[in-house]
């Protein structure tokens, strides 16, 4: 059973925006906190935005703020990734996670989804 599957991914110019969507399972979407990872071409994978059910945001990368918003919508069961003002380092493979704790450390997040690519040309 897929418990997380991310949507929205593809490839954009410098500047352009992309939104990405991570339909979650009911049990999943209701019990854990959600968020964004990415891992670049040989880069390790990190942290991008975390939020709760209630709507407390983290932003776990400072190059992230201001152009990207993580967003909830709880009749969906859908976590977004509103993606603005592109720039080629953001290309990535981007994951939708769950995890208990409300943080950016990657080995706190216990369920994945296979990710989705954005790639972001100059």
């Known amino acids: 059973q897929v418990q997380l599957e991310e949507s929205g991914g593809g490839s954009v110019q410098a500047g352009g925006s992309l939104r990405l969507a991570c339909l979650a399972s009911?049990?999943?979407?209701?019990?854990?906190?959600l968020g964004w990872l990415r891992q670049g071409p040989g880069k390790e994978r990190e942290g991008v935005a975390v939020m709760s059910r209630r709507g407390e945001i983290l932003y776990c990368d400072d190059s992230v703020k201001g152009r990207f918003t993580i967003s909830r919508d709880n009749a969906k069961n859908t976590l977004y990734l509103q993606m603005n003002s592109l720039k080629p380092e953001d290309t990535a493979m981007y994951y939708c996670?769950?995890?208990?704790?409300?943080?950016?450390?990657?080995?706190?997040?216990?369920?994945w989804g296979r990710g989705t690519q954005v790639t972001v040309s100059s």
């Open positions: 009911g049990y999943i979407y209701s019990t854990f906190y």
């Open positions: 996670a769950a995890g208990p704790i409300f943080n950016c450390e990657l080995d706190r997040f216990s369920e």
